[in-house]
């Protein structure tokens, strides 16, 4: 079974820089995205940023020119460095992967369990 497994999650003050983890784990095909989105207290889940396998990126106009999205394809793990950090940023960070994990089966989404990111001073 394939897992998606975070790290990096914490407090900082705003200003502050913080870098996500995501490795994808398990008997795993092919992926084709993988990314982050994030949902705050009382809203909708929304894309921060995703990264496909030829390093295509897209990004949320909240985040351009702050976060970064990169992948290391050989490690199936994504990464997300988040800097100048804003109260607003506040939010659990899910990683989220479109990957097939058999050559017969039409790809699926998977999803993390989630990281707390909490931007206070």
């Known amino acids: 079974q394939v897992q998606l497994v975070e790290s990096g999650g914490g407090l900082v003050q705003p200003g502050g820089s913080l870098r996500l983890s995501c490795a994808a784990s398990?008997?795993?095909?092919?992926?084709?995205?993988m990314g982050w989105y994030r949902q705050a207290p009382g809203k909708q889940r929304e894309l921060v940023a995703r990264i496909t396998s030829d390093g295509s990126t897209d990004c949320a106009d909240s985040v351009k020119g702050r976060f970064t999205i990169a992948r290391d394809n050989a490690k199936n793990t994504v990464f997300l460095q988040m800097n100048s950090l804003k109260p607003e940023d506040t939010a659990v960070y899910y990683c989220?992967?479109?990957?097939?994990?058999?050559?017969?089966?039409?790809?699926?989404?998977?999803w993390g369990q989630g990281t707390q990111v909490t931007i206070s001073s």
């Open positions: 398990g008997s795993i095909f092919s992926i084709n995205v």
């Open positions: 989220y992967s479109n990957l097939r994990w058999l050559a017969v089966l039409p790809p699926r989404d998977y």
